[in-house]
């Protein structure tokens, strides 16, 4: 007989920035902890097939899996949380389900049948949920959007049959709502969770569970008052409390018993849960012995929900140097020559995130030459590399006005440019593009491989000579270049198998200063903090202290 998988379903209600992704990440590291296997799906009621071309501001970071899939930026807490390996079966759209039954309609696999919400709709939504449930024991489905959206409907109809489809033991429906204090009144407010699941139910779906999302743990009375208007068990409204660090959120729900309950309501037998790991975890973050600033420079500075991945990774890189890490975010269009020192002049370190567009790309060069001539550890990442190979270019290796052909197409030193054919270590294959393609066509996108040179700073972090990164960019360094850049002192530290790619830059002579081609900070994790992060902090650690 198969494996039956059990499956989870997270709502969220009143409003959104609730934290159902945390939850859903947290909720996996709980049954981790019990020794269960886990996979988690977010289920995105907005009509894009994905978020590679939402701007951050709206959506936030997107998020890259292995295979190349741009994803929702919850995937990435699903993986800081948990060991499970996601892809593209793992976050779905709107766009992308009604694609596909549209594209079969076409195609006359309905035989010439109308073609509805129910079923075809919600048919491909549960055959969607079914395909991330290859042999784990449980599946987290973490719906998008609030209760109420009119956009959300046709996942919450198929959530509601997909219990009628597995057996009612193996699917627990978890709303996460909210309970305010109204401090003028002194008092917690249980009428929109109220509200919220009278909505819920008005679909069809009763909640087994009821995460309280609040500001301090819920009485016995409240809990009591919350399960008799919204008929659950007093023991499954469980408190969500706000937290100072988000590696917490697990031991919280652990303490309120929500483990236990997930078990029971599913019934499955699991060994009792090792917490202790996230215990030291929290410990370490909470007390550290020292602090470093770093600043950001990046045009989407406003929104850290822009940068959640890097935020995330620089935090984890704070962690084996016993180090909190302060981020300053600097706005790079405010950055001038005269201005730069004065701007950069708390940082300890100074990082360029990736990024599209030439809005505030001087500032960002200005940045990386302060760190260059200022001996500043200096971390350039996707875009953050091509502004250090720019920097180089012009003011060490005298190329005048080189730039990236993304920045202006008629520089006389095209040092980053349009790669038009490259050869594709994944399908074997020789990559054609044009400045007309597709633009999410022409990214390089997912894993790729990286060849290290002995005795550099790629080196001595990854303490092995080949690695595998997930990539994210368009333009790549052009190697007309190469030779001249070298014989100025840059450094190639990482390329592609075939040397064809350049994947690493770094500069001689200086403390820190690395610039790669590909997103480290999509595979960090607080319990494994990335190489590359860890050494920029504990260089920048070093750098304050020298000062």
């Known amino acids: 007989m198969a494996h039956q998988s059990k499956f989870i379903f997270v709502t969220g209600g009143v409003l959104s920035s609730l934290g159902k992704g945390l939850a859903?990440?947290?909720?996996?590291?709980?049954?981790?902890?019990?020794?269960?296997?886990?996979?988690?799906?977010?289920?995105?009621?907005?009509?894009?097939?994905?978020?590679?071309?939402?701007?951050?501001?709206?959506?936030?970071e997107v998020f890259v899996t292995d295979d190349g899939s741009e994803t929702d930026l919850d995937l990435g807490h699903y993986e800081r949380f948990t060991s499970a390996k996601l892809g593209r079966d793992n976050n779905f759209t709107t766009?992308?389900?009604?694609?596909?039954?549209?594209?079969?309609?076409?195609?006359?696999?309905?035989?010439?049948?109308?073609?509805?919400?129910?079923?075809?709709?919600?048919?491909?939504?549960?055959?969607?949920?079914?395909?991330?449930?290859d042999g784990v024991d449980v599946v987290i489905v973490e719906i998008g959007g609030t209760i109420g959206d009119i956009e959300s409907l046709p996942f919450l109809e198929a959530i509601r049959q997909f219990r009628a489809d597995v057996g009612k033991d193996n699917v627990v429906y978890i709303h996460l709502t909210l309970v305010p204090y109204i401090s003028t009144a002194g008092e917690l407010k249980t009428k929109p969770t109220q509200h919220s699941v009278k909505e819920l139910r008005s679909i069809g779906i009763q909640p087994d569970i009821l995460l309280c999302r609040t500001d301090r743990y819920l009485s016995k009375e409240?809990?009591?008052?919350?399960?008799?208007?919204?008929?659950?068990?007093?023991?499954?409204v469980i408190t969500a409390k706000d937290v100072d660090c988000i590696y917490e959120v697990p031991l919280v729900f652990h303490k309120e018993g929500l483990d236990a309950k997930i078990v029971e309501l599913l019934h499955i037998w699991t060994r009792a849960p090792r917490l202790e790991p996230w215990e030291k975890l929290v410990e370490t973050m909470e007390t550290p012995k020292e602090s470093v600033n770093i600043a950001i420079v990046g045009k989407y500075v406003d929104l850290t929900e822009s940068y959640k991945s890097l935020n995330e990774a620089l935090i984890h890189g704070g962690i084996p140097n016993n180090c909190k890490v302060d981020l300053i975010f600097v706005d790079s269009e405010k950055i001038t020559g005269d201005n730069c020192?004065?701007?950069?002049?708390?940082?300890?370190?100074?990082?360029?995130?990736?990024?599209?567009g030439s809005r505030g790309i001087e500032g960002k060069i200005c940045a990386a030459r302060f760190a260059r001539e200022n001996k500043v550890p200096y971390f350039g990442i996707c875009l953050g590399m091509h502004i250090a190979v720019t920097e180089f270019a012009r003011n060490v290796a005298g190329m005048e006005n080189a730039n990236s052909t993304e920045m202006d197409l008629s520089t006389p030193y095209p040092v980053i440019y349009l790669m038009l054919e490259w050869f594709d270590e994944k399908t074997g294959s020789i990559q054609k593009r044009d400045v007309d393609s597709d633009k999410g066509g022409t990214m390089r996108l997912g894993a790729y491989s990286c060849v290290l040179k002995e005795d550099t700073f790629a080196h001595r972090a990854y303490r092995t000579d080949q690695i595998s990164e997930r990539h994210r960019h368009r333009y790549e360094f052009n190697n007309?270049?190469?030779?001249?850049?070298?014989?100025?002192?840059?450094?190639?530290?990482?390329?592609?198998?075939?040397?064809?790619?350049?994947?690493?830059t770094e500069l001689k002579d200086h403390p820190w200063f690395l610039g790669c081609q590909f997103h480290p900070e999509f595979k960090s994790r607080p319990m494994s903090p990335h190489p590359l992060f860890r050494d920029f902090i504990g260089a920048s650690f070093q750098h304050k202290k020298n000062r």
Do not use: W
Request: aromatic share 6%.
């Open 480 to 504: 007309e270049f190469r030779s001249r850049l070298e014989e100025k002192g840059l450094v190639i530290s990482g390329t592609s198998p075939n040397g064809e790619l350049v994947e690493i």
């Open 95 to 133: 766009g992308k389900i009604y694609h596909s039954v549209i594209t079969k309609e076409r195609r006359g696999d309905y035989l010439g049948g109308t073609v509805q919400v129910i079923p075809h709709i919600t048919d491909e939504i549960k055959n969607s949920i079914l395909l991330a449930a």
């Open 341 to 356: 020192g004065q701007m950069l002049a708390d940082a300890d370190g100074i990082l360029v995130p990736g990024g599209f």
């Open 24 to 60: 859903s990440a947290a909720i996996g590291t709980l049954l981790e902890c019990r020794g269960l296997t886990v996979t988690l799906q977010k289920l995105d009621p907005y009509i894009n097939v994905d978020p590679g071309t939402m701007n951050p501001f709206q959506h936030g």
């Open 222 to 236: 409240i809990k009591k008052k919350i399960g008799l208007f919204c008929n659950v068990g007093d023991d499954a």
